[in-house]
């Protein structure tokens, strides 16, 4: 539960922060000329570098995992709504201006539509990170959740924990992927099914 509450956390952080960074990103020119080169100098830093660094800022509490967490996931979500965006059909953009839609209907009902099914495509690759990264977060300083498990185990050579608490990570992981996949299916029932 401690896991899934971190994963939740830094999961929806990334999401709030990333997606509306990349379909801004995407959609203005001017504001990728101004966000993209910090971005891209941050990008390449694995967020498992910023674990020593999240201690020293936040401690050994939540708070430095969810950083970490949010770090990774964050990176998925901008990239894909900005390229989302990017592929969205000029056509369509410019057949609602002709038909007198103004900037916030086209972004609100041809763009981030448009853009969807990259952004769901993002958000997929945030959760899985989101894992992967919460297991190397909770190795450091844990007193709770899977990673905690897996350095205990790891220190008395318990290979049954080690392999439960694996189960544990891709059990959590299919689960919260197959949620995803609920409400993308939702999100996304204009789509025809393939």
Not at 2 to 17: D, E, M, N, P, Y
Not at 25 to 37: F, K, T
Not at 50 to 62: K, R
Not at 96 to 123: C, K
Request: include cysteine; aromatic fraction near 10%; glycine fraction near 10%.
């Amino acid at each position: 539960l401690q896991s899934l509450w971190l994963v939740a956390k830094g999961f929806t952080v990334a999401v709030v922060t990333g997606v509306p960074l990349g379909l801004l990103m995407g959609w203005s020119r001017r504001a990728e000329a101004l966000i993209n080169p910090i971005f891209l100098l941050l990008r390449p830093i694995p967020a498992l570098a910023w674990i020593p660094l999240a201690i020293v800022w936040f401690g050994l509490g939540d708070t430095g995992k969810v950083f970490v967490i949010w770090l990774t996931a964050f990176v998925p979500s901008v990239i894909n709504a900005f390229t989302g965006v990017r592929n969205v059909d000029p056509v369509l953009i410019a057949a609602a201006r002709t038909q007198g839609a103004s900037t916030a209907q086209v972004i609100r009902h041809v763009v981030i539509p448009g853009a969807m099914p990259m952004i769901f495509t993002g958000l997929r690759l945030s959760l899985q990170a989101s894992w992967t990264t919460l297991v190397a977060a909770e190795l450091v300083g844990a007193f709770f959740g899977l990673g905690r498990v897996l350095n205990v185990a790891g220190q008395d050579i318990f290979p049954g924990m080690i392999l439960v608490g694996m189960a544990a990570v891709a059990v959590c992981g299919a689960a919260t992927t197959w949620l995803l996949g609920r409400v993308e299916r939702r999100v996304l029932s204009w789509r025809p099914a393939v």
